[in-house]
């Protein structure tokens, strides 16, 4: 039974909302939408952030022809979800997700043939996999109707390199899909390893070092150096290591309130390559873990081109060369908004708190995408020039967009 015009736009608000606080999006990535009748539903907009979002523009679009109501443009996803109400009369909630573990495994294109018993009730008996096209295009749309089509017991869809969709009789069941079905891949991911590795049980530590292992990288590190979090100002940068801040000129690296440590080549070299008015270090576990192969990263999933760069360079930082490295390390980052450092994580760049937030999760579920589907060992990889194509709109539209409120 589809919902009334104004419930429905407040529960996509909410939807929204949720989503971020669960992790399954990051900044206006994901979309989530509600019936309205059997020819209309309501979505969320295109590129608009989600924390301050209103009813008032969430967008009315008609099912038959995507066509839409008022001068807010729907998100361009629109049509994957108008193929959801018109293969799925019952369906009256639709979220479209970038959640972690679903994804990592819609990057091997595989579909979950046999549920594990504890997920049936929800999912039933498979997750099927969508073809890959590159998001907002109308063969992407084409793809996953025709994912559902063939495959119409299954509400809960993954869409390969990009996240799922969720088609649920109410705004309850919609998340509960999305929910368990991110159970059900991370479990997916566990039995997976435990299935290669011959390991008897399974730790996220245990199965870092078997990926390093398996690329003859030794292990995790005992310790990793804090390479450091810096705001720029003007001429002038705050860097921030062990606690501790000290102000830094751009230009000579000279500290105007104290002695800088060494990490402040680095930051001096990105900020002097990048305009960005923040750079941060990530030291999860799993950064780590692919910054001590010493190999870059190439995306597999849409949304790291889009928010990173088409590419990821991974650089050394040796204190006897300083100088040297802190170059290189600028020179990676050029036209990324990230650069490996080898056994140390990564840096990242941003000129908002959102930007930062955004490319923590995504390195995080890139890296961790990166070990899982090695262990797979069915690796895809987005292709090339869509990765081009991809990051040219996010950098022209959707970062500015997202920073307009």
Known sequence: MSYEIQEAKELVVKAGKELIEKGLIARTWGNVSARISDTQFVITPSGRAYEDLTPDEIVVVNIDDCSYDGDIKPSSEKGVHAAAYRHH?????????????????????????????????????????????????????????????MNPNARAIMMMHHGTVCMGDSYEHAFALAENLEKCCEKVIKDNYLRHSWAKTYSDDDKRN?????KDAGSMPDSIQDLGCSVRNGKTFTL??????????????????????????????????????????????????????????????????????????????IDGDTDACAKEAG???????????????????????????????????ACQAIIDVDIFNRAHYVPKLECMLMRTVYLAKYSKKIDEK
């Open 89 to 149: 009369p019952t369906v009256d909630f639709v979220i479209h997700t970038h959640q972690k573990a679903a994804t990592i495994v819609s990057i091997t294109g595989m579909e979950i043939r046999n549920v594990y018993d504890e997920f049936k009730p929800v999912l039933g008996d498979k997750v099927p996999c969508a073809a890959y096209a590159m998001s907002t295009t109308d063969s992407l749309r084409k793809k996953v109707e025709m994912c559902i089509m």
């Open 210 to 214: 078997y990926f390093l292992n398996k």
């Open 240 to 317: 921030t290591v062990g606690g501790k801040s000290v102000d830094v000129d751009v230009e000579t690296g000279v500290g105007v309130n104290g002695i800088p440590p060494k990490v402040e080549k680095l930051h001096r070299a990105i900020y002097n390559t990048e305009d960005c008015t923040f750079i941060r270090h990530l030291a999860a576990p799993d950064v780590v873990a692919v910054s001590c192969t010493g190999e870059g990263i190439t995306p597999m999933i849409d949304d790291f081109a889009q928010i990173v760069g088409v590419d990821v360079k991974n650089v050394p930082w």
């Open 331 to 365: 020179e990676a980052i050029d036209q990324r908004n990230a650069v490996l450092i080898q056994g140390a994580g990564a840096l990242i760049t941003g000129n908002t708190e959102g930007d930062l937030q955004a490319l923590d999760i995504i390195m995080d579920k």
